[in-house]
């Protein structure tokens, strides 16, 4: 049995916990052992004493994060446990030793029972993202595990939590926990992109929508295709691979369409025409012809709380409005969130009353999600956060 410092829960508050839910809300605790400070391990019991689980504690809406439901040490053997099975997972799914793609996302927090870390893997460097406190102070035995478990496939380890962890928490500065990278190169459904993990949005990539890339090649074939928020121009790569005749890129940020500039030099089979430019995607699109066959809308999070998601739909409403008006008739419209509080139904009310505003005739082809190295915790509901439709604009 450990010695955690204890936190003892109200009556009634066991049941998300005994049902694999990972988070304890701050109303929901009864009594705490004095002195637990941000980071630590602790202990939840119900209010009948049985325990619960372990997890990170941190002052805030959600106090108690859950890494295990058994009573148990958290040592490197636990952090070697864990990451074995996310891997295993992403072996058995055909991510590990595929030619095709050398980039995934090896550790999706709750997705894969450890709330509060993000590891992804480029090519031989994985890059840590620590969203807690807590599981930042991990980070040296994480990257010990992570030697165990990849063995010859790790040239390096990469913290970059300074972005996820804000200053009133704890300083950090981004570093390499172990090794030094032997490329940045990465290959992703056969087309390979420039990582910029150090510098870039994210740990570098936005490897969540491999999946989606891949399908809007098989709408981009002989088409005109506008990617706007194209950050690093996957969507416009993979719509030229697939035989697009014209990509135009978009995006308020002058080093995104650089680097979507250095990605296109990297694919030099690519034969469609392209053009980038940076400019403000709201007001860009308002002014747009009418003669894109092919719209991308894939914006950052409008909402990262509750507070927000008012603000967030109807911007979503404005956005999605524009592109509905002003794409060409028979033209296809990719369109996304990736703000967990707008969940998928909210979301395409929201895109329904874009439709109805602008009167134009629209019919859902499909509906999109997040890939399966991204995995969705079937007791975690909240892990499913990236949503999107691929519509028919007559």
């Keep these: 049995m450990t010695n955690y410092p204890k936190i003892i829960l109200k009556k009634g ?15 929901a605790i009864a ?46 053997g636990f952090w070697i446990e864990k990451i074995q099975a996310a891997y295993s997972m992403r072996s058995k799914i055909g991510l590990v030793d595929s030619e095709q793609t050398n980039v995934f996302r090896l550790i999706h927090g709750e997705g894969d029972k450890l709330p509060g870390l993000i590891i992804d893997y480029y090519n031989g460097t994985a890059v840590i993202q620590a969203h807690t406190i807590g599981m930042y102070e991990h980070k040296n035995d994480i990257s010990i595990a992570l030697q165990k478990v990849l063995g010859e496939k790790l040239d390096a ?15 950090v500065d981004n570093q390499f926990l172990f090794g030094m990278p032997k490329t940045n190169i990465v290959v992703e459904n056969g087309s390979k992109y420039e990582i910029d993990w150090e510098k870039g949005q994210k740990t570098g990539f936005f ?31 993979a719509a030229l691979e697939a035989g697009a005749k014209e990509v135009h890129s978009v995006d308020i940020s002058a080093k995104a369409i650089e680097l979507t500039e250095k990605n296109l030099v990297l694919n030099p089979e690519l034969k469609g025409k ?27 999070a409008f909402a990262k709380n509750m507070k927000a ?31 967990q509080v707008v ?16 009167g134009r005739e629209v019919k859902i082809l499909q509906y999109l999600s997040q890939p399966a190295d991204h995995p969705i915790n079937i007791y975690h509901t909240e892990t499913e956060y990236l949503k999107g439709l691929v519509l028919y604009v007559a």
């Design 13 to 27: 508050k066991e049941i998300s916990l005994k049902r694999k839910h990972h988070w304890v809300f701050s109303g």
């Design 31 to 76: 009594k705490a052992d004095e002195g637990i400070t941000n980071g630590q391990l602790v202990s939840v019991y119900s209010n009948r004493n049985d325990f619960l689980g372990i997890g990170h504690y941190q002052q805030g809406s959600i106090t108690v994060r859950i890494i295990s439901f058994k009573d148990r040490l958290i040592n490197t």
């Design 157 to 171: 380890v990469y913290d970059k939590s300074a972005e996820t962890l804000s200053k009133s928490q704890m300083a």
């Design 207 to 237: 490897i969540d929508q491999r999946e989606n890339r891949k399908l809007l090649g098989s709408y981009s074939k002989g088409k005109k295709v506008l990617n706007t928020f194209c950050y690093s121009g996957g969507f416009s790569i």
């Design 274 to 300: 392209h053009e980038s430019k940076v400019a403000d995607v709201v007001k860009y699109i308002r002014e747009i012809e009418q003669d894109y066959d092919v719209i991308v809308l894939d914006p950052p």
């Design 309 to 339: 998601r008012h603000n967030a739909v109807q911007a979503y409403k404005r956005l999605n409005a524009e592109a509905l008006r002003h794409i060409k008739p028979g033209g296809v419209l990719f369109t996304f969130s990736c703000s």
């Design 343 to 358: 969940d998928k139904q909210l979301f395409a009310h929201t895109i329904t009353a874009a439709a109805i505003e602008v």
